[in-house]
C-alpha cells in the first residue's frame, strides 16, 4: 500500500511540475520543443550527445528567433540579443554553469568566476598579462617551437617517394603545437608534447572528461543525486594537472627572484601576473589564484587555438582557389622564411585575416550557448521583457551562420570581411553580429595573441609547404549533421566530436608536399 502512495503522489507532484512549466511559467509563451520546456534533461542529453551546436541550428529554423529549450533557459538569435545578454552593459552575469569549475578546482580561475566583482578584479590583472604590447614578450618562444613544428614535416622520414608526405592528422598536430606554446607562453618553459606526444595526455584526457561536467553545468540536480560520477574523470585528470600546474609555478616564482636579481626580462604570463600581484597597493593573486589561472589559460588557450586553425585549414583545403590567393599573398609580401614575426608585413596580409575571421563565423570552435544569468531588474531583448534568474545565450554557430546578417551564409567566403570587396554596409552588418571571440567584459582576453599564433602558423606553413591535400574522405554533413549537399563540403574529417560544448574541430588527415627552393632554405 505504501509504494503504492508513494509512486502516486511521486507521479501527482511530476505532472503538476510539468504542468506548471508547460503551462503557466512566466515564459510558458514561448516556443520550444516541449520536452526543453518541461525539463532540462533535453539539454543534459544533448551535452552528453555533443550535438548542441546542431540541436541550435535546428531550434532556431524551427521556433524562430526565441526559443525555449530549457525550463528556466532562453535562447535568442539576434544582434539585439548579444548586446542585452554579454555586452558592456548588460545586466547580466555568468550562469551557474560556470561555477560547476569549482566542483573540482581548488580556485575559481577568472573563466569561472561568476561573482561579477571578483571577476572584474582578476581580469584587470590578467589584462596586463595579455596586453599588445605584451605580444614581443612572448614572441621569440613561439617562433622557435613554430620552427620545430614545420620543420617536423622535413624529416626524410616522413616524406614518401612521389614527394608526398605521411599522412598526418593536423587537428592532433596542432593541439601539440598549441600545448606546448601555452606551456612556453604561461610558464616560460614548453611541455616537450611535440617531441613526446604523451607529455599532452594529460589535456587530451581532461577534454573528454568535460563531457560530464558539461552536463552537470547544465542540471545541478545531477550532483545532488550523486551523478557526479559522470565527471569523475575530470575530477582527477584536473587534479593531476593542478598538482602539475603548482610544480611549474613554483619553478617560476624560484626563477622570478633570480630573473630580478640579474635584471633579465619577465617572459611569461605567470612572472608578469606575479609582479603585478607583489605590487604595493594592488589587490592582486594569491599564489593559489596564480597556480589556477595560469594553468587554466593552458586549457583555455590550447583547444581553443588549435581547433581553430585546424578549422582554418579544413576550410582552405575545402576551398582551393581561396588556399591558392592566400598563399599567394603570403609568399608576395615575405621573401624570406625569417621575415614571418609579429609585425606590420603580417598584420597588412588583409586576405590572411579574412580567412582567419571568415574560418571563426563558418566553423566557430564555441559550440553550444554559453549562458548568461539575468540580475534583479530584468533585461529587454528585441522588445521582450526578461525577468532576473532566467539563464539567456546567444548560440554562436546561429548567429554566425544567420541570413539576416551575412549573403550566403553557409559558403566559406573571406571576401566577405574586405573593403575592397564588398560594402562598407555589409561589412558593418556582419560585424555586428561577429562574435567568435565573445563580447564585453567576459569576452576573449587572449584573443591578441590566439590571433597572432593562427596567423603565424598559417603564414609559414603555406610559406613552406608547396601543396595540401586531405586524405580521408568525410563529408560535412557526417561532421554538422545538418541536411547540405554533401558534394560542397568535400573531404572532411571529423577528428574531435564536441565532447565539451566550447569546441567543434574539423581538419582531418592531411598529407602536404613540400616546397623546395632557395628560399624557403631546404
Ligand atoms: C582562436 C582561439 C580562441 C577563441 C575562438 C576564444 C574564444 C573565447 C570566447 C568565446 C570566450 C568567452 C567564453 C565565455 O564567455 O565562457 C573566451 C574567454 C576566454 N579566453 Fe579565449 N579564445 C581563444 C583563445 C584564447 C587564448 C590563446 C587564451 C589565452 C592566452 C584565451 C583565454 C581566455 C580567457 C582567460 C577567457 C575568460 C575571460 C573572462 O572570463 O573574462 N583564449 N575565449
Request: hydrophobic fraction near 40%.
Amino acid at each position: 500500500m505504501l509504494p503504492l502512495l508513494l509512486a502516486t503522489s511521486a507521479t501527482a507532484v511530476l505532472s503538476y511540475v510539468v504542468l506548471y512549466r508547460l503551462y503557466f511559467h512566466p515564459l510558458a509563451r514561448y516556443p520550444g520543443p516541449w520536452i526543453g520546456r518541461a525539463t532540462d534533461w533535453y539539454t543534459v542529453y544533448h551535452s552528453l550527445k555533443g550535438d548542441r551546436y546542431v540541436d541550435f541550428v535546428a531550434l532556431h529554423a524551427r521556433y524562430g528567433d526565441i526559443v525555449r529549450y530549457g525550463p528556466n533557459r532562453l535562447s535568442f538569435s539576434t544582434v539585439d540579443a548579444l548586446q542585452a545578454v554579454y555586452g558592456t552593459r548588460a545586466n547580466t552575469k555568468k550562469s551557474y554553469w560556470y561555477d560547476t569549475m569549482t566542483f573540482y578546482m581548488q580556485t575559481a580561475s577568472t573563466h569561472a568566476t561568476t561573482n561579477k566583482v571578483q571577476h572584474a578584479r582578476k581580469r584587470r590583472i590578467l589584462a596586463q598579462a595579455l596586453s599588445d604590447r605584451m605580444l614581443h614578450v612572448y614572441e621569440d618562444g613561439f617562433m622557435k617551437l613554430l620552427d620545430g613544428f614545420v620543420r617536423r614535416y622535413e624529416k626524410p622520414a616522413a616524406v614518401t617517394e612521389n614527394g608526398w608526405s605521411a599522412v598526418f592528422d593536423m587537428e592532433h598536430e596542432f593541439m601539440l603545437l598549441n600545448f606546448d606554446s601555452m606551456g612556453d607562453f604561461c610558464f616560460g618553459e614548453s611541455f616537450g608534447s611535440l617531441q613526446n606526444p604523451s607529455k599532452a595526455d594529460m589535456i587530451e584526457n581532461s577534454l573528454e572528461a568535460f563531457r560530464g561536467l558539461n552536463a552537470i553545468g547544465h542540471m545541478p540536480g545531477l550532483s545532488w543525486l550523486q551523478l557526479d560520477a559522470l565527471a569523475s574523470k575530470v575530477s582527477r585528470a584536473i587534479k593531476e594537472y593542478e598538482a602539475y600546474a603548482a610544480k611549474l609555478a613554483n619553478k617560476c616564482v624560484e626563477k622570478f627572484g633570480q630573473k630580478i636579481h640579474n635584471k633579465e626580462q619577465l617572459s611569461c604570463v605567470f612572472d608578469i601576473l606575479y609582479a603585478t600581484s607583489s605590487q604595493p597597493g594592488v589587490e592582486g593573486f594569491t599564489f593559489q589564484e596564480l597556480v589556477s589561472e595560469s594553468s587554466l589559460l593552458v586549457t583555455t588557450g590550447t583547444d581553443t587555438t588549435s581547433g581553430a586553425l585546424a578549422n582554418a585549414l579544413f576550410n582552405l583545403l575545402n576551398n582551393p582557389e581561396t588556399m591558392s590567393r592566400l598563399t599567394r599573398e603570403i609568399r608576395d609580401t615575405f621573401s624570406d622564411i625569417s621575415e614571418i614575426r609579429v609585425g606590420k608585413p603580417l598584420n597588412d596580409c588583409k586576405y590572411l585575416a579574412a580567412c582567419i575571421d571568415e574560418t571563426h563565423r563558418l566553423t566557430s570552435i564555441v559550440g553550444g550557448c554559453l549562458m548568461r544569468e539575468v540580475l534583479p531588474g530584468g533585461i529587454t531583448i528585441d522588445g521582450h521583457f526578461i525577468p532576473r534568474g532566467v539563464d539567456v545565450g546567444v548560440p554562436y554557430h546561429v548567429i554566425m551562420r544567420s541570413s539576416k546578417y551575412h549573403a550566403a551564409p553557409w559558403e566559406y567566403r573571406p571576401q566577405r570581411w574586405l573593403h575592397s570587396e564588398t560594402s562598407a554596409e555589409e561589412i558593418r552588418v556582419a560585424r555586428s553580429a561577429y562574435c567568435a571571440f565573445g563580447l564585453g567584459p567576459t569576452g576573449c582576453v587572449g584573443k591578441t595573441w590566439a590571433m597572432m599564433e593562427m596567423k603565424l602558423t598559417l603564414a609559414q606553413l603555406l610559406f613552406r609547404v608547396l601543396e595540401l591535400s586531405h586524405i580521408q574522405n568525410h563529408s560535412i554533413s557526417e561532421v554538422h549533421g545538418i541536411d547540405k549537399d554533401p558534394d560542397e563540403w568535400i573531404r572532411a574529417t571529423p577528428i574531435f566530436g564536441l565532447a565539451y560544448d566550447f569546441c567543434l574541430k574539423l581538419s582531418g588527415s592531411v598529407a602536404y608536399r613540400r616546397r623546395v627552393d632557395s628560399k624557403v632554405g631546404l
